[in-house]
T-cell receptor, first 113, second 112 residues
Framework: EAQVTQNPRYLITVTGKKLTVTCSQN?????MSWYRQDPGLGLRQIYY???????DKGDVPEGYKVSRKEKRNFPLILESPSPNQTSLYFC????????????FGPGTRLLVL | KQEVTQIPAALSVPEGENLVLNCSFT??????LQWFRQDPGKGLTSLLL?????REQTSGRLNASLDKSSGRSTLYIAASQPGDSATYLC???????????FGPGTSLSVIP
């Protein structure tokens, strides 16, 4: 089944404790991205990757890191999480072949205390 | 800087009505525009994608149109059903290798 998976789905952590949210897709997509969704602010792109080893900042990259060492994986790293990073996070992927429809993962709900 | 808005923010209609959701963008130089549906607490599901060279796309009861020159897209839902209740978001991309900008969404409630 074609899908984008994220882990963990729910996470409670404390300020300053490094964490990684994983994202994996099995559709051989080139383009992958991370979003955060907050009430009243909508969905905002954090980082995106056009292909392996190529990444760029979205609209809200501060406090986040990403890497794209393999085509299927695009982890999101919070090196020193803060309470303002409490949010719902989505990973998405799309292919340059065809219509470039974005496929979204189920989301990761993060609470930083 | 590209900005995307959606009107109305919320909409409540009786079952069976035809309805139109609006999406506006400030920079007409877009590569594509995509409409999504999001159920509460869930991820996004793609509904329709319109390339910049296209004027409309149809899927079942859904029809999306694009007018780049005026910076507008509309999503038309025919014969609405309670199962259509969800938040509908539009998103634009400037080039194939660029970031994606989302609108704030329209929350739709279809009353049986």
């Amino acid at each position: 089944e074609a899908q984008v998976t994220q882990n963990p789905r729910y996470l409670i952590t404390v300020t300053g404790k490094k964490l990684t949210v994983t994202c994996s897709q099995n559709m051989n997509h080139e383009y992958m991205s991370w979003y955060r969704q907050d009430p009243g602010l909508g969905l905002r792109q954090i980082y995106y990757s056009m292909n392996v080893e190529v990444t760029d900042k979205g609209d809200v990259p501060e406090g986040y890191k990403v890497s794209r060492k393999e085509k299927r994986n695009f982890p999101l790293i919070l090196e020193s999480p803060s309470p303002n990073q409490t949010s719902l996070y989505f990973c998405a992927s799309s292919s340059y072949r065809g219509r470039e429809t974005q496929y979204f993962g189920p989301g990761t709900r993060l609470l930083v205390l | 800087k590209q900005e995307v808005t959606q009107i109305p923010a919320a909409l409540s209609v009786p079952e069976g009505e035809n309805l139109v959701l609006n999406c506006s963008f400030t920079d007409s130089a877009i590569y594509n525009l995509q409409w999504f549906r999001q159920d509460p607490g869930k991820g996004l599901t793609s509904l329709l994608l319109i390339q910049s060279s296209q004027r409309e796309q149809t899927s079942g009861r859904l029809n999306a149109s694009l007018d780049k020159s005026s910076g507008r897209s509309t999503l038309y839902i025919a014969a609405s059903q309670p199962g259509d209740s969800a938040t509908y978001l539009c998103a634009v991309k400037k080039t194939s290798y660029d970031k994606v900008i989302f609108g704030p969404g329209t929350s739709l409630s279809v009353i049986p």
